[in-house]
Protein backbone atom coordinates (compact mmCIF):
# COMPACT_ATOMS: atom_id res chain seq x y z
CA UNK A 1 0.00 0.00 0.00
CA UNK A 2 2.03 3.57 -0.92
CA UNK A 3 0.03 5.53 1.28
CA UNK A 4 1.34 5.58 4.86
CA UNK A 5 -1.31 6.31 6.93
CA UNK A 6 -1.81 8.95 9.78
CA UNK A 7 1.77 10.40 8.98
CA UNK A 8 2.06 14.11 10.05
CA UNK A 9 1.56 17.22 7.77
CA UNK A 10 3.70 20.61 10.01
CA UNK A 11 0.62 22.32 11.46
CA UNK A 12 1.51 25.78 10.13
CA UNK A 13 1.50 24.27 6.82
CA UNK A 14 -2.65 22.38 6.92
CA UNK A 15 -3.95 25.20 9.24
CA UNK A 16 -3.16 27.71 6.79
CA UNK A 17 -4.65 25.83 4.05
CA UNK A 18 -7.44 24.71 5.65
CA UNK A 19 -7.97 28.73 6.70
CA UNK A 20 -7.11 29.99 3.57
CA UNK A 21 -9.07 28.19 1.34
CA UNK A 22 -12.14 28.92 3.70
CA UNK A 23 -14.55 31.61 3.01
CA UNK A 24 -14.08 34.25 6.22
CA UNK A 25 -16.55 33.30 8.88
CA UNK A 26 -16.91 36.94 10.24
CA UNK A 27 -19.12 39.35 9.40
CA UNK A 28 -18.05 42.86 9.15
CA UNK A 29 -18.21 45.21 11.79
CA UNK A 30 -17.47 48.74 12.87
CA UNK A 31 -13.77 49.66 13.59
CA UNK A 32 -14.15 51.41 16.58
CA UNK A 33 -16.58 49.02 18.55
CA UNK A 34 -15.47 45.98 20.49
CA UNK A 35 -17.17 42.97 19.79
CA UNK A 36 -17.09 39.36 21.40
CA UNK A 37 -18.42 35.87 20.76
CA UNK A 38 -21.31 34.20 22.53
CA UNK A 39 -21.89 30.81 20.93
CA UNK A 40 -20.70 31.78 17.44
CA UNK A 41 -22.76 34.85 17.51
CA UNK A 42 -20.87 38.74 17.32
CA UNK A 43 -22.39 40.97 20.07
CA UNK A 44 -21.51 44.47 19.89
CA UNK A 45 -19.37 46.37 23.41
CA UNK A 46 -19.04 49.65 22.53
CA UNK A 47 -15.30 51.40 23.38
CA UNK A 48 -11.95 51.04 22.75
CA UNK A 49 -9.43 48.34 24.91
CA UNK A 50 -6.61 50.68 26.88
CA UNK A 51 -3.34 50.70 25.48
CA UNK A 52 -1.72 50.65 28.82
CA UNK A 53 -2.00 47.22 30.45
CA UNK A 54 0.12 47.43 32.94
CA UNK A 55 -2.45 47.94 35.68
CA UNK A 56 -5.23 44.85 34.45
CA UNK A 57 -4.83 42.01 36.48
CA UNK A 58 -3.50 38.97 34.70
CA UNK A 59 -5.68 36.75 32.69
CA UNK A 60 -5.10 32.89 31.74
CA UNK A 61 -2.40 32.13 28.86
CA UNK A 62 -3.68 30.48 25.92
CA UNK A 63 -2.24 28.31 23.02
CA UNK A 64 -3.81 27.02 20.32
CA UNK A 65 -4.45 28.50 16.66
CA UNK A 66 -5.95 31.39 15.30
CA UNK A 67 -9.89 30.23 14.06
CA UNK A 68 -11.39 33.22 13.34
CA UNK A 69 -10.52 37.31 13.38
CA UNK A 70 -12.21 40.49 12.82
CA UNK A 71 -10.19 43.98 13.07
CA UNK A 72 -8.72 43.82 16.74
CA UNK A 73 -10.58 40.58 17.64
CA UNK A 74 -9.39 37.26 17.91
CA UNK A 75 -11.05 33.75 18.31
CA UNK A 76 -8.16 31.00 19.42
CA UNK A 77 -9.07 27.59 19.28
CA UNK A 78 -6.90 24.96 21.59
CA UNK A 79 -6.08 21.62 21.44
CA UNK A 80 -8.61 20.34 23.29
CA UNK A 81 -10.86 22.39 20.76
CA UNK A 82 -12.32 24.99 23.01
CA UNK A 83 -12.61 28.69 21.85
CA UNK A 84 -11.54 31.88 23.01
CA UNK A 85 -12.25 35.47 21.92
CA UNK A 86 -9.50 37.68 22.90
CA UNK A 87 -9.19 41.51 22.25
CA UNK A 88 -6.28 42.86 20.62
CA UNK A 89 -4.96 46.90 22.04
CA UNK A 90 -2.56 49.49 20.85
CA UNK A 91 -0.13 48.17 23.97
CA UNK A 92 -0.38 44.72 22.54
CA UNK A 93 3.26 42.84 21.86
CA UNK A 94 3.22 40.93 19.17
CA UNK A 95 6.51 38.92 18.82
CA UNK A 96 8.40 36.15 16.61
CA UNK A 97 11.03 33.38 17.49
CA UNK A 98 12.77 35.66 15.16
CA UNK A 99 12.21 39.05 17.12
CA UNK A 100 9.78 41.81 17.11
CA UNK A 101 7.38 41.63 14.33
CA UNK A 102 6.10 45.18 15.27
CA UNK A 103 5.38 47.08 19.28
CA UNK A 104 1.65 47.68 18.63
CA UNK A 105 -1.05 45.98 16.89
CA UNK A 106 -1.83 49.13 15.10
CA UNK A 107 1.75 49.23 13.91
CA UNK A 108 1.42 45.66 12.19
CA UNK A 109 -0.93 45.35 8.33
CA UNK A 110 -4.30 43.49 8.90
CA UNK A 111 -3.17 40.08 7.49
CA UNK A 112 -0.15 39.88 9.86
CA UNK A 113 -2.40 37.47 12.23
CA UNK A 114 -3.53 35.23 9.77
CA UNK A 115 -6.14 32.61 10.47
CA UNK A 116 -4.49 29.27 11.24
CA UNK A 117 -1.29 30.47 12.41
CA UNK A 118 -0.40 29.14 15.78
CA UNK A 119 0.16 31.01 18.88
CA UNK A 120 0.75 31.92 22.28
CA UNK A 121 -1.11 34.58 23.94
CA UNK A 122 -0.62 36.32 27.20
CA UNK A 123 -3.94 37.79 28.76
CA UNK A 124 -5.26 40.81 30.82
CA UNK A 125 -8.50 40.74 32.30
CA UNK A 126 -10.89 43.89 31.02
CA UNK A 127 -13.88 43.59 32.69
CA UNK A 128 -15.37 40.27 31.39
CA UNK A 129 -13.36 40.31 28.10
CA UNK A 130 -9.33 39.53 27.95
CA UNK A 131 -7.05 41.80 26.25
CA UNK A 132 -3.81 40.16 24.66
CA UNK A 133 -0.83 41.65 26.59
CA UNK A 134 1.11 39.53 24.04
CA UNK A 135 0.99 37.70 21.57
CA UNK A 136 3.97 35.43 20.52
CA UNK A 137 4.32 32.77 17.05
CA UNK A 138 7.19 31.45 14.82
CA UNK A 139 8.30 33.01 11.87
CA UNK A 140 8.47 30.36 10.27
CA UNK A 141 5.21 29.78 10.63
CA UNK A 142 3.99 33.09 9.61
CA UNK A 143 5.65 32.89 6.53
CA UNK A 144 4.43 29.69 5.88
CA UNK A 145 0.87 31.13 6.25
CA UNK A 146 1.47 33.52 4.23
CA UNK A 147 3.16 31.66 1.53
CA UNK A 148 0.12 29.18 1.63
CA UNK A 149 -2.40 31.51 1.75
CA UNK A 150 -1.60 33.30 -1.15
CA UNK A 151 -0.50 30.30 -3.08
CA UNK A 152 -4.48 28.67 -2.33
CA UNK A 153 -5.98 31.93 -3.34
CA UNK A 154 -4.24 32.23 -6.58
CA UNK A 155 -4.98 28.76 -7.55
CA UNK A 156 -8.36 29.11 -7.31
CA UNK A 157 -8.03 32.53 -9.45
CA UNK A 158 -6.31 30.80 -12.13
CA UNK A 159 -8.62 27.07 -11.95
CA UNK A 160 -11.84 29.57 -12.31
CA UNK A 161 -10.16 31.38 -15.37
CA UNK A 162 -8.84 28.21 -16.87
CA UNK A 163 -10.74 25.36 -16.01
CA UNK A 164 -13.89 25.55 -18.79
CA UNK A 165 -15.38 22.44 -18.33
CA UNK A 166 -14.48 21.76 -14.86
CA UNK A 167 -15.92 25.27 -13.35
CA UNK A 168 -19.50 24.04 -12.15
CA UNK A 169 -16.80 21.04 -10.46
CA UNK A 170 -15.23 23.98 -8.91
CA UNK A 171 -17.40 26.45 -8.18
CA UNK A 172 -19.04 23.71 -6.32
CA UNK A 173 -16.04 22.83 -3.85
CA UNK A 174 -15.49 26.56 -3.25
CA UNK A 175 -18.80 26.47 -1.61
CA UNK A 176 -17.79 23.68 0.45
CA UNK A 177 -14.58 25.38 1.61
CA UNK A 178 -17.18 28.08 3.31
CA UNK A 179 -17.58 25.62 6.26
CA UNK A 180 -14.26 23.72 6.84
CA UNK A 181 -12.06 24.57 9.54
CA UNK A 182 -10.45 20.85 9.38
CA UNK A 183 -9.56 18.01 7.12
CA UNK A 184 -8.71 13.99 7.79
CA UNK A 185 -5.52 13.13 7.13
CA UNK A 186 -6.39 9.97 4.93
CA UNK A 187 -2.55 9.17 4.29
CA UNK A 188 0.90 10.44 2.85
CA UNK A 189 3.30 9.19 0.43
CA UNK A 190 6.38 10.39 0.42
CA UNK A 191 8.85 9.71 -3.00
CA UNK A 192 12.37 11.02 -2.81
CA UNK A 193 15.39 12.00 -4.85
CA UNK A 194 18.82 12.31 -5.48
CA UNK A 195 21.37 15.46 -4.58
CA UNK A 196 20.58 18.34 -6.00
CA UNK A 197 17.97 16.74 -8.67
CA UNK A 198 14.36 17.31 -9.15
CA UNK A 199 13.66 13.98 -12.16
CA UNK A 200 10.98 11.28 -10.87
CA UNK A 201 12.49 7.75 -10.72
CA UNK A 202 10.48 5.04 -12.26
CA UNK A 203 9.73 3.96 -8.84
CA UNK A 204 8.58 7.52 -7.95
CA UNK A 205 6.60 7.33 -10.33
CA UNK A 206 4.58 4.04 -9.93
CA UNK A 207 4.01 5.36 -5.86
CA UNK A 208 2.60 8.87 -7.25
CA UNK A 209 -0.10 6.66 -9.73
CA UNK A 210 -0.85 4.33 -6.86
CA UNK A 211 -1.70 6.91 -4.62
CA UNK A 212 -3.71 8.89 -7.01
CA UNK A 213 -5.62 5.87 -7.70
CA UNK A 214 -6.27 5.18 -3.94
CA UNK A 215 -7.37 9.00 -3.25
CA UNK A 216 -9.72 8.37 -6.63
CA UNK A 217 -11.73 6.00 -4.42
CA UNK A 218 -12.05 8.55 -1.59
CA UNK A 219 -14.78 10.93 -2.20
CA UNK A 220 -13.92 14.58 -2.14
CA UNK A 221 -10.53 13.82 -1.25
CA UNK A 222 -7.89 16.75 -2.32
CA UNK A 223 -3.59 16.30 -2.97
CA UNK A 224 -1.52 18.54 -1.06
CA UNK A 225 2.26 18.68 -2.38
CA UNK A 226 5.15 19.65 -0.30
CA UNK A 227 8.58 19.17 -1.56
CA UNK A 228 11.87 19.32 1.08
CA UNK A 229 15.69 19.40 1.01
CA UNK A 230 18.27 17.99 3.14
CA UNK A 231 20.54 20.60 4.53
CA UNK A 232 22.90 20.56 2.30
CA UNK A 233 23.71 23.59 0.09
CA UNK A 234 22.02 27.31 0.82
CA UNK A 235 18.71 28.62 1.73
CA UNK A 236 18.28 29.92 -1.33
CA UNK A 237 19.12 27.09 -3.45
CA UNK A 238 17.17 24.55 -1.50
CA UNK A 239 13.85 26.58 -1.27
CA UNK A 240 14.27 26.47 -5.37
CA UNK A 241 14.67 22.88 -5.69
CA UNK A 242 12.03 21.69 -3.76
CA UNK A 243 9.67 24.38 -5.52
CA UNK A 244 10.97 21.92 -8.61
CA UNK A 245 9.89 18.95 -6.60
CA UNK A 246 6.96 19.69 -5.67
CA UNK A 247 6.04 21.62 -9.01
CA UNK A 248 7.26 18.27 -10.86
CA UNK A 249 5.59 15.70 -8.95
CA UNK A 250 2.03 17.69 -9.28
CA UNK A 251 2.75 18.07 -12.87
CA UNK A 252 3.02 14.09 -13.12
CA UNK A 253 -0.19 13.50 -10.94
CA UNK A 254 -1.73 15.57 -12.99
CA UNK A 255 -0.69 14.42 -16.47
CA UNK A 256 0.18 10.80 -15.98
CA UNK A 257 -2.23 9.41 -13.03
CA UNK A 258 -5.23 11.55 -14.33
CA UNK A 259 -5.33 13.38 -11.07
CA UNK A 260 -7.88 16.86 -11.47
CA UNK A 261 -6.38 20.46 -11.56
CA UNK A 262 -9.07 21.65 -9.26
CA UNK A 263 -8.66 18.59 -6.79
CA UNK A 264 -4.96 19.60 -5.78
CA UNK A 265 -4.54 22.05 -2.95
CA UNK A 266 -0.94 25.16 -4.44
CA UNK A 267 2.28 22.72 -4.10
CA UNK A 268 4.69 24.01 -1.85
CA UNK A 269 8.59 23.81 -1.12
CA UNK A 270 9.73 24.12 1.90
CA UNK A 271 13.59 23.85 1.60
CA UNK A 272 14.66 22.44 4.59
CA UNK A 273 12.80 22.85 7.11
CA UNK A 274 10.71 20.37 9.09
CA UNK A 275 13.69 17.49 8.63
CA UNK A 276 12.05 13.82 8.76
CA UNK A 277 14.97 12.40 9.99
CA UNK A 278 18.46 13.27 10.89
CA UNK A 279 20.59 15.61 8.56
CA UNK A 280 23.92 15.21 10.12
CA UNK A 281 23.58 11.50 8.67
CA UNK A 282 23.47 10.24 5.18
CA UNK A 283 21.03 7.99 5.23
CA UNK A 284 18.82 11.08 7.18
CA UNK A 285 19.74 13.11 4.76
CA UNK A 286 18.68 10.64 1.54
CA UNK A 287 15.17 10.68 3.53
CA UNK A 288 14.93 14.67 3.87
CA UNK A 289 15.23 14.88 0.07
CA UNK A 290 11.54 14.22 -0.54
CA UNK A 291 8.51 15.22 -1.67
CA UNK A 292 5.25 14.58 0.67
CA UNK A 293 1.47 14.11 -1.59
CA UNK A 294 -0.88 14.51 1.17
CA UNK A 295 -4.82 12.94 1.13
CA UNK A 296 -6.89 15.44 2.51
CA UNK A 297 -10.71 15.18 2.88
CA UNK A 298 -12.57 18.09 4.74
CA UNK A 299 -14.45 16.70 8.23
CA UNK A 300 -17.28 18.20 6.59
CA UNK A 301 -17.69 15.76 4.16
CA UNK A 302 -16.30 13.29 5.49
CA UNK A 303 -18.56 12.30 8.43
CA UNK A 304 -16.82 13.68 10.71
Known amino acids: MSIESKRRIPPAILSAIVIAAATPALAQGSTDASQEYDENVLTTVYGSPPTDLSELPDGPDIDGIISARQNRRLEVTSPDGNSTPVVLSDGTEIRSSGGFLGLARDRLAANDLLNGLPVTIETVAWGDRLIASEVKLKSSDLETAQMIQAGTSQKFAEQGAAIGENAAATEALRGRFGDIDQYNIK ?30 GMDNALLLVVGYTDSTGSYEVNQELSE ?61
Open 244 to 304: KRAGRVTNFLQQQCGWKPWRMLTPTGMAEADPAADNSTVRGKAQNRRVAVNVLVSKSVDGM
Open 187 to 216: GTTNVYFDTGRYNLSGEARRELCNSAAQAE
